[in-house]
């Protein structure tokens, strides 16, 4: 039997490997002008106003709720159909995160049941793109400006999926990228934030490093560097060394893309049919990023357990956070959240796949279980 096939199986290019390299030997390790060349480049090629390179996705998310104003006595709607550093990040920023239910049959936040979890402590709307496919973000968008809101985009799994044609990130006041070991375009660990206000960036500009105006920064005869520092900041910076393997892995980042896409279609129309297998909603207007090719199935264990014995991995990636103590437990008033929950499974589909493992993947969920 030939290896199994994962889920994920990241590679970094030779390109990328010619970067890390060279700035190896430049001796410039920690945030330099690197850094500042990723920051263009994300910039030109998602189409991202004001991008601040990080060395995670949850700095992105704590950053911006930092930046947005959030904090104490705040309430933040978000999904508990995602990775737990979600709603950590509201905690970290001193809020609290109110979970709210998914479309139907859908991973993604239903802006009708956001709108119904409203209250006046309500700061802001955190949705994640979940899998990479976009939510609805045309009535999130208008949900958040029509009752004065902060819209936060967790695009961590979704760079380069776009909605109505213009990239994620950009329809809320601030938007929120991963560059970690498996997501679509990795630094090893990294994350990118993107923030509408120009003030508000100012701010995480200088919350990214110690709360330091890096760029008003003036030296004195002794070499030493004098930052007025009026807020708390945190190590929150990328380093050249992240940005050189970022900087070579955008140059395949289209290619990758355009793989995903293709697999995502034909896995789309060569699954439709299964009996005991489900389909989720896409998003009308959206472009996703396919970054995970969740489906939902009937008897998950008998489906796992048969995909295993045919030699492809399949997971339950990401099972809701609210079940989690420190969130006081799957909540009983998200009845979609937890048949999305109860199904949920996902098939290995990624740039890395050639054409032979995707059809081994289609077998192999067609064999039945
Ligand atoms: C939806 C989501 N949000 C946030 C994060 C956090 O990103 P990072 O691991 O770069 O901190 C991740 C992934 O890890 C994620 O999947």
Same mark, same amino acid.
């Given at each position: 039997?030939?290896?199994? @096939? ?12 010619? #970067? ?90 239903? +802006? ?12 802001? @709307? ?25 819209? @936060? ?10 909605? #109505? ?109 299964? +009996? ?43 099972? #809701? ?49």
């Amino acid at each position: 039997m030939p290896d199994a @096939i994962a889920l994920f199986d990241p590679r970094v290019s030779d390109a990328a490997r010619a #970067r890390v390299d060279a700035c190896l030997r430049s001796g410039r390790l920690s945030e330099g002008p690197l850094v500042a060349e990723f920051e263009a480049a994300l910039a030109a090629a998602f189409g991202l106003p004001r991008v601040l390179a990080l060395n995670s996705g949850t700095a992105a998310l704590h950053l911006a709720l930092l930046a947005l104003g959030v904090g104490p006595g705040d309430e933040v709607v978000t999904t508990a159909q995602t990775f737990v550093a979600t709603p950590l990040a509201v905690l970290h920023a001193g809020a609290t995160p109110v979970f709210a239910d998914l479309e139907e049959g859908g991973p993604n936040l239903d +802006p009708a049941d956001v709108a119904r979890r409203l209250t006046p402590r309500t700061k802001a @709307i955190l949705a994640v793109h979940y899998g990479g496919e976009p939510c609805d973000l045309g009535a999130l968008a208008e949900l958040a400006r029509s009752r004065g809101l902060a819209l @936060i985009e967790d695009a961590a799994q979704a760079l380069g999926a776009t909605y #109505r044609g213009r990239g994620v990130g950009t329809w809320g006041d601030a938007g929120a990228f991963s560059f970690q070991a498996i997501k679509p375009l990795t630094t090893g660990d990294g994350g990118a934030l993107v923030l509408r206000d120009p003030e508000a960036h100012r701010r995480a500009y200088r919350l990214r490093w110690f709360g330091i105006d890096r760029a008003g920064r003036v030296a004195d005869e002794l070499g030493a560097g004098h930052w007025p520092i009026t807020e708390a900041g945190h190590k929150y910076h990328m380093n050249d060394l992240a940005a050189a393997l970022g900087l070579g892995q955008l140059e395949g980042f289209a290619a990758a893309l355009a793989r995903r896409r293709s697999l995502d279609a034909l896995y789309r129309a060569e699954l439709a049919a299964v +009996p005991g297998l489900r389909l989720t909603p896409r998003t009308p207007g959206a472009e996703g990023a396919c970054w995970l090719f969740t489906v939902l199935v009937e008897r998950r264990t008998d489906f796992a357990r048969a995909l295993r014995s045919r030699g492809v991995e399949a997971a339950a990636w990401h099972r #809701r956070v609210d079940a989690h103590p420190l969130f006081g437990g799957a909540r009983a008033d998200l009845p979609r959240q937890a048949a999305f929950d109860a199904a949920q499974i996902a098939l290995p589909l990624r740039d890395t796949l050639d054409d032979d493992a995707a059809a081994r993947v289609l077998r192999a969920v067609k064999a039945g279980w």
